[in-house]
């Protein structure tokens, strides 16, 4: 780790006008379990590589960023015996592969390798997981004693119990004594991070050759998976990120792309109970678990308990090899819990290793070899030198592997149980145990530091029809929670919850669950948290309950009597009325795909005062395949428009998350940067320039600022590299103002509707956030902060008396936009609405203001 869409198309139910009656497309998804009588619900201080922006330019080609919303599912059935064989496909040798120069296993040579350590016995299977970004195999290993069909029937039978009936499980004497403990081994996430995908491939040959009685016990009583490189792409190319420019590390709780689908996947079906997550470079190792703040949804006294006694054991077999600094360069390994104050933390649930405990790990680590590779040193030193530090950080990912298989093996009895107990505490609706030296006996320096919980609500509401802001927002929600393995529900009547009355096909997940963790880090407000520590590690707030666009409420108490039935995936929202002009509002991104989708059919939409589109009604069936595509809704109106909407070609200088959101919404997306423009680029081919990063315009040549500005291209900017490109190029009066450049999380806005804001949510997210004082004549705030401390949830303290918090940036603009003394129009975001492809409910700010033009 060092340094610090969901695209699931919905059948629609749409009605069109055609034979002069209104006609259903009928949805071809299932959206709820088979029939059953439905009953009433509750019945049933190393300073981390890359730091903590997301700055990578967006570099993943569209064929790429397609290919991350298709889903990939391993080959073989569930109930396929082991060893199961699998004939991998070898891949074309590529001498250019970074691997190579370090002396470690090329992506080409992994699947021939494979190959082999299956024939060498009974205890090897390889799957196929999934694809990358750009198409390579993702390879999972399992390493166990065979079992029969039945055998392996039996195993996930005990599997399913311990999650769905743990209370039941806990009493199982067969169960704990015949179940195969999942440990689960994700190696080379960061792609160049390399190491433990060769110390996993030994590993492997180690555990199929070995004879001896102790390697014969551990696999007769558990079962070893291991991601052999979960970033392919970046291994190849020797980069941090994946093919699409994203960071697989700081992606799981929004699962945006493949390879961490993958993973996701992995977690729900093999309910790993103890994790390993492979990285560099920290030197001494590093080895977690981590320091405050912790994540408050966790059950942590039974995940420090194992995670802490694990990472010694790891320590003395990492320290045990014998490298030193004198001789080596190698400093002892460290625990961040124990030896540091704050700057590692688990907070946010977007790393491996932060992910895995909402699927049952109560040990899971991230560790950083100590030898230095990647970047500079891999340009910079001697390849023999480049060799030596490999070989060291593979034996050093080795031993932490070797170290956790041990103390599997010797507590596999309590980590059963341990991971059985969490499961109950959520269906029990149970409070936490806090932390303390009771609670957690053996480990050193708990404070009330360390002690972070919640209160679960009773239940989240996800409401139907008026009280519902957004219905396609709300299915998206719906979708994601499902395929995190969050149980939810639909009302079949109108039922009352926490004093409110909602209507019949509302979605409930009721917080007596065994993943209600996950359920609540997603739906959850969060916390502010600025007052815990001087500075976190990456993101502090994300509340999807927030920033996904649906309406969510909670009920924090009340008897929770609701008939309703298990839904496996949200029901359609797509609708076409049938008669009549049509207005499509586009207040989320799949609204924007759609009629991006019909402008470049040269409908002609035109758009409201508020910013929604208007369709004419001659347009039906193009709205009704728009409709069914991408779950939108299509209601009948007499609105006019004040203006035409046309197809808008973005010319984007944005990172990674950005550029796929925007071909999210449907923009088509050319990249540039201050290179791309000086070295001559043809305007005729963009209607609008997205400015957030890579592109200064003091460093343009004379030719290519007069280019830009001869392009009349409608200008859009956000943060402090938008805000300055416009000061610059003499566009709109706004000063910008930054606040603590660390400062992040979801914050309370006002909204002064009109074209950019008309219709957005009451919040959205910021990093780094700024604000805008001395609007000129004509900049209008389309948007400002809330009054008094507009902060919600995250971590964003001032950066001295009064100045760079959020009290200073309150009440002040955060989207202002005007036109140019020459005419063009330009908006300006102080916040962050596309920040990682994760704020879908405020997407649509930025795709309208490149729409108003």
């Known amino acids: 780790m060092a340094t610090s869409h969901l695209g699931i198309s919905r059948p629609a139910l749409v009605a069109t006008a055609a034979l002069t009656v209104a006609m259903l497309i009928a949805p071809t998804q299932a959206t709820a379990a088979p029939p059953a009588k439905p009953g009433p619900s509750g019945g049933a201080n190393p300073v981390r590589e890359g730091g903590t922006t997301d700055s990578a330019l967006g570099k993943g080609s569209p064929a790429a960023a397609a290919n991350a919303l298709r889903h990939h599912s391993p080959a073989s059935g569930k109930d396929a015996s082991y060893p199961r064989r699998t004939s991998l496909s070898t891949p074309p040798v590529n001498a250019a592969d970074k691997s190579i120069k370090l002396g470690l296993a090329p992506y080409h040579s992994i699947a021939p390798r494979l190959n082999a350590l299956q024939r060498l016995g009974d205890r090897v299977s390889v799957e196929v997981a ?103 792409d970046g291994r190849v190319a020797g980069t941090r990120a994946n093919a699409n420019g994203f960071d697989l ?103 491996t290793p932060q992910y895995m405990p909402f699927q049952g790990a109560v040990a899971s680590h991230t560790i950083e070899f100590p030898m230095r590779v990647n970047n500079q040193s891999y340009e910079t030193l001697p390849v023999e030198e ?157 509340s999807l309950g927030l920033l996904w666009g649906a309406t969510v409420d909670k009920a924090a108490s009340g008897d929770l009597r609701v008939w309703s039935r298990p839904v496996t995936a949200a029901s359609g929202t797509g609708y076409v009325a049938p008669y009549g002009d049509l207005r499509l509002r586009l207040d989320d991104p799949k609204e924007l795909a759609a009629v991006n989708a019909l402008l470049a059919q040269k409908v002609a939409v035109r758009r409201t005062a508020d910013g929604a589109a208007i369709v004419p009604g001659s347009a039906r069936k193009a709205a009704a395949i728009q409709a069914n595509r991408f779950g939108v809704a299509f209601t009948a109106t007499k609105e006019r428009g004040i203006a035409p909407l046309k197809r808008t070609r973005v010319a984007a200088a944005v990172t990674a998350g950005e550029q796929f959101a925007l071909r999210e919404m449907g923009f088509d997306v050319v990249p540039v940067s201050t290179a791309v423009l000086n070295a001559g680029f043809d305007w005729s081919g963009a209607d609008a320039l997205f400015v957030s990063t890579g592109l200064n315009h003091a460093a343009l040549t004379p030719a290519a600022r007069d280019a830009f500005r001869a392009s009349g291209v409608a200008v859009v900017g956000l943060g402090a590299n938008g805000a300055a490109f416009n000061q610059a190029a003499g566009l709109i009066t706004a000063t910008a103002v930054r606040g603590n450049g660390d400062a992040n999380g979801v914050v309370r806005v006002a909204n002064a509707g009109g074209p950019i804001t008309g219709g957005a949510p009451a919040h959205t ?89």
Request: charged share 25%; glycine share 10%.
């Open 130 to 232: 999934g694809k990358s970004a750009s198409g390579r195999d993702l390879y999972l290993v399992t390493v166990t004693a065979p079992e029969s069909r039945g055998q392996v029937r039996e195993q996930e039978r005990m599997r399913e119990r311990i999650e769905n009936s743990p209370a039941s499980a806990a009493r199982d004497k067969h169960l704990k004594s015949s179940y195969k403990t999942p440990v689960f081994i994700n190696n080379n996430i960061h792609g160049n991070e390399w190491e433990g995908t060769d110390a996993a491939l030994k590993l492997i040959e180690e555990l199929a050759k070995a004879k001896d009685a102790k390697t014969a016990g551990l696999l007769a009583k558990n079962r070893i998976y291991l991601n052999v490189t979960a970033n392919p």
């Open 249 to 351: 590390n700081r992606d799981f709780i929004t699962a945006t792309q493949p390879e961490t689908r993958a993973i996701r996947q992995l977690a729900i079906d093999k309910q790993p109970a103890v994790m390993l997550d492979l990285h560099g470079y920290v030197n001494g190792t590093l080895i977690e678990p981590t320091t405050p703040p912790h994540g408050e949804n966790y059950e942590y006294d039974l995940f420090l308990k194992n995670s802490y006694a694990n990472a010694l054991g790891m320590e003395k077999a990492v320290n045990g090899l014998g490298y030193t600094a004198e001789k080596d360069g190698v400093l002892p390994a460290e625990i961040p819990f124990r030896d540091q104050k704050e700057g590692w933390d688990d907070w946010p649930p977007i790393f």
């Open 386 to 542: 480049l060799r030596r530090r490999s070989a060291i950080n593979t034996d050093i990912a080795g031993a932490a592997m070797r170290a956790t298989l041990d103390y599997t093996q010797a507590n596999r009895s309590s980590v059963i149980a341990d991971q059985i107990e969490t499961f109950r505490r959520g269906a029990a609706g149970e409070a936490q145990r806090p932390i303390s030296p009771e609670t957690v006996p053996g480990v050193p320096g708990i404070g009330p530091e360390d002690v972070y919980t919640t209160t679960f609500p009773r239940a989240y509401v996800i409401p139907a029809g008026r009280e519902q802001r957004s219905a396609v927002a709300a299915g998206r929600l719906v979708d994601h929670l499902l395929a995190n393995d969050v149980k939810v529900e639909r009302a079949v009547l109108p039922f009352k919850l926490g004093g409110r009355v909602h209507p019949a096909g509302s979605y409930v997940v009721d917080m007596r669950q065994p993943k209600r963790g996950i359920a609540n880090v997603m739906l959850a407000d969060g916390r502010d948290i600025s007052a815990d520590v001087s500075a976190m590690y990456d993101i502090s707030g994300w």
């Open 765 to 853: 997210f910021v990093y780094s956030p700024l604000w805008f004082t001395d609007l000129g004549a004509g900049v209008r705030a389309d948007q400002s902060y809330g009054t008094g401390n507009p902060l919600v949830s995250g971590h964003w303290r001032a950066t001295g008396p009064g100045v760079g918090g959020p009290t200073e940036a309150a009440g002040k603009p955060s989207i202002v936009s005007g036109t140019s003394a020459t005419g063009v129009p330009v908006t300006l975001f102080g916040t962050e609405p596309l920040f990682r492809d994760h704020p879908k409910g405020v997407f649509a700010q930025v795709g309208r203001a490149l729409l108003n033009r």
